[in-house]
């Protein structure tokens, strides 16, 4: 098999719900995401064999094989396919095990695995899902929230808990900001904001957009415990310990080692394993522990091995959940999973999120001069992917 390289990974700045990146399509978003990433790394776009692109709510402006559409728009020649995958959270970590799968394989050598999702612009659900009577009948198919809900009670998790994981979140993403921990990744994008005028016709401002926006530095403990249940009355999931609805894109690189090396690549990371895996659709947000241990077993790793790991904040007890399960705790107090926040504090722009952890573990691994990182998802309807990565 050939090396899968991560040859470079970057991400927008992810933008608030209804804020600044509201004002752009996600394909337009995307495309200054893959032109920065093919420009930074000096590679001419006409090398670039396919888009495989992460997008959950294929409707409206994120229809049509946006995947394909983020190469058109970027202004790339047409020679350049793309495509489009739905793993729900994970599927632009999907897209990262599709492009390495396809570079390990030897079928494609240079490969943009990424993803997008506008959640202002294209609201999650707003495609309207259904799935077979077959279906309903054989489980109890629930929105995310409620089985959020559900891993509390099964995992005795507090309230309280959650929201000191929340709070966390958004205290180390902060840190990372106000540290240029992020800088790495993140590549700067411009969106022409409109501001209203006196009665007339808005005019078009053009902003330059360089720093995620969710993040609540000001938030409090006090102020978490005073939220609201968000999805049943007596419950203890809340809008501040789930995951922020916000708008963003991401990218990574992917090289075979002839193609980097043709081209002069300095690559960052390879991809060593990945590990997929169906858990019960009404619990559905668990499976994190097992997708690890599948990619750790294919690796021949353990957790002892890994620097940094990366658990998709979807819900805080999401978190609580993988770290007791996977023997973790310590370590996430310790610093060494999420360390730089998560979807609670930056937001979890849905079909984006995969490629947007990868970037953030790329970079932290290389802050801390670590070797192996791992980057897990849980996925809506009971499912989880995870990735090993090894810095090189
Ligand atoms: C939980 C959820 C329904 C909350 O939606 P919402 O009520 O519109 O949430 P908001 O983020 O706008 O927060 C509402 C208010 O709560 C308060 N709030 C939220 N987080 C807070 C925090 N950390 N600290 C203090 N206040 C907070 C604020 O007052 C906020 O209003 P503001 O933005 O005007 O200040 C929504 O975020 C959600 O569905 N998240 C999960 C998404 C999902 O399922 N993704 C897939 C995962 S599998």
């Given at each position: 098999?050939?090396?899968?390289?991560?040859?470079?990974?970057?991400?927008?700045?992810?933008?608030?719900?209804?804020?600044?990146?509201?004002?752009?399509?996600?394909?337009?978003?995307?495309?200054?995401v893959v032109n920065a990433l093919v420009e930074r790394n000096s590679v001419d776009p006409a090398e670039i064999e396919d888009v495989q692109w992460g997008c959950v709510t294929q409707i409206d402006e994120q229809a049509w094989n946006i995947g394909r559409n983020v190469s058109l728009t970027a202004g790339w020649p047409v020679s350049v396919a793309g495509t489009t995958v739905d793993r729900q959270?994970?599927?632009?970590?999907?897209?990262?095990?599709?492009?390495?799968?396809?570079?390990?394989?030897?079928?494609?050598?240079?490969?943009?695995?990424?993803?997008?999702?506008?959640?202002?612009?294209?609201?999650?659900?707003?495609?309207?899902?259904?799935?077979?009577?077959?279906?309903?009948?054989?489980?109890?198919?629930?929105?995310?929230?409620?089985?959020?809900?559900?891993?509390?009670?099964?995992?005795?998790?507090?309230?309280?808990?959650?929201?000191?994981?929340?709070?966390?979140?958004?205290?180390?993403?902060?840190?990372?900001?106000?540290?240029?921990?992020?800088?790495?990744?993140?590549?700067?994008?411009?969106?022409?904001?409109?501001?209203?005028?006196?009665?007339?016709?808005?005019?078009?401002?053009?902003?330059?957009?360089?720093?995620?926006?969710?993040?609540?530095?000001?938030?409090?403990?006090?102020?978490?415990?005073?939220?609201?249940?968000?999805?049943?009355?007596?419950?203890?999931?809340?809008?501040?310990?789930?995951?922020?609805?916000?708008?963003?894109?991401?990218?990574?690189?992917?090289?075979?080692?002839?193609?980097?090396?043709?081209?002069?690549?300095?690559?960052?990371?390879?991809?060593?394993?990945?590990?997929?895996?169906?858990?019960?659709?009404?619990?559905?947000?668990?499976?994190?522990?097992?997708?690890?241990?599948?990619?750790?077993?294919?690796?021949?790793?353990?957790?002892?091995?890994?620097?940094?790991?990366?658990?998709?904040?979807?819900?805080?007890?999401?978190?609580?959940?993988?770290?007791?399960?996977?023997?973790?705790?310590?370590?996430?107090?310790?610093?060494?999973?999420?360390?730089?926040?998560?979807?609670?504090?930056?937001?979890?722009?849905?079909?984006?999120?995969?490629?947007?952890?990868?970037?953030?573990?790329?970079?932290?691994?290389?802050?801390?001069?670590?070797?192996?990182?791992?980057?897990?998802?849980?996925?809506?309807?009971?499912?989880?992917?995870?990735?090993?990565?090894?810095?090189?």
């Open positions: 098999m050939n090396e899968a390289l991560i040859v470079d990974a970057v991400r927008s700045p992810i933008g608030k719900r209804n804020g600044t990146l509201s004002h752009i399509r996600g394909d337009e978003l995307s495309a200054q959270c994970g599927s632009s970590m999907q897209t990262n095990f599709n492009a390495a799968a396809a570079v390990a394989s030897g079928q494609l050598d240079l490969v943009v695995s990424g993803g997008v999702e506008m959640m202002s612009r294209v609201p999650m659900g707003s495609n309207n899902g259904s799935m077979s009577p077959l279906v309903y009948e054989r489980y109890d198919i629930v929105m995310q929230g409620i089985s959020a809900e559900e891993i509390a009670k099964q995992w005795n998790l507090s309230r309280e808990e959650l929201d000191r994981i929340s709070y966390e979140s958004h205290q180390r993403a902060a840190r990372a900001i106000d540290e240029g921990r992020f800088e790495k990744e993140v590549v700067p994008v411009e969106v022409d904001v409109p501001e209203e005028g006196d009665g007339g016709a808005p005019t078009l401002t053009r902003v330059r957009f360089a720093v995620d926006e969710a993040v609540r530095r000001e938030t409090t403990l006090e102020k978490m415990a005073s939220l609201q249940p968000a999805f049943i009355a007596d419950g203890v999931v809340t809008a501040g310990n789930s995951s922020q609805i916000v708008d963003g894109s991401a990218a990574v690189l992917v090289a075979s080692e002839a193609k980097a090396s043709e081209l002069g690549l300095t690559p960052r990371a390879r991809f060593v394993s990945f590990g997929v895996v169906g858990v019960e659709p009404h619990l559905m947000l668990h499976g994190n522990p097992e997708a690890s241990a599948k990619a750790l077993a294919k690796a021949g790793l353990t957790w002892d091995d890994m620097d940094v790991i990366e658990v998709n904040e979807a819900f805080a007890s999401v978190v609580a959940q993988f770290n007791a399960d996977a023997g973790l705790q310590e370590r996430y107090e310790a610093g060494d999973v999420n360390p730089n926040g998560g979807g609670i504090s930056l937001g979890h722009p849905l079909g984006a999120t995969g490629a947007r952890i990868t970037a953030t573990l790329v970079s932290e691994l290389e802050r801390r001069n670590g070797r192996y990182g791992l980057a897990t998802m849980c996925i809506g309807f009971g499912q989880a992917i995870a990735a090993v990565i090894e810095r090189v």
